[in-house]
């Protein structure tokens, strides 16, 4: 078996290394997880729009991925956690810009996913995080 190796994303990875004592993705062998990735910017600061926030979590997950070698191609599962709309559904806005991010960045691999509905996320002003799974190579 590999041994872990740790990844820290190159600006908000560093500074969540430094100040929270975790990393944002390990690779195991072919294998590579990340840590949950949300729609900041390098200064924890989120847009606006809930549809920016969700494609920049898009653009933070692709980040750490390369960091540990892997690309969206690579993603077999996905669990994204969001702040719903409503108490009885995540929201249209969460679900058609989720699925558009999927074929986009994807192309035809369907990855598994769970979508998850919570109260609070890591900060504040959040309302997206995004983890994944990958496969170095299975894309391809």
Request: no cysteine; net charge negative; glycine share 10%.
């Amino acid at each position: 078996m590999s041994e872990p190796e740790f990844f820290a994303t190159p600006g908000y990875g560093d500074r969540q290394l430094t100040t929270m004592h975790y990393s944002q993705a390990v690779r195991i062998g072919d294998r590579v997880e990340i840590s949950g990735q949300g729609g900041w910017d390098d200064d924890f600061r989120f847009p606006e729009s809930l549809e920016d926030e969700i494609v920049r979590a898009f653009d933070n997950v692709e980040r750490t991925l390369a960091t540990a070698g892997a690309t969206w191609r690579d993603v077999v599962a996905v669990d994204s956690y969001h702040i719903p709309d409503s108490p009885d559904f995540i929201g249209e806005v969460h679900n058609r810009v989720m699925v558009e991010q999927f074929r986009k960045r994807m192309g035809d691999r369907a990855p598994i996913w769970t979508e998850i509905g919570v109260a609070a996320l890591g900060a504040p002003k959040m309302r997206v995080e995004i983890r994944a799974t990958a496969v170095v190579g299975s894309g391809a």
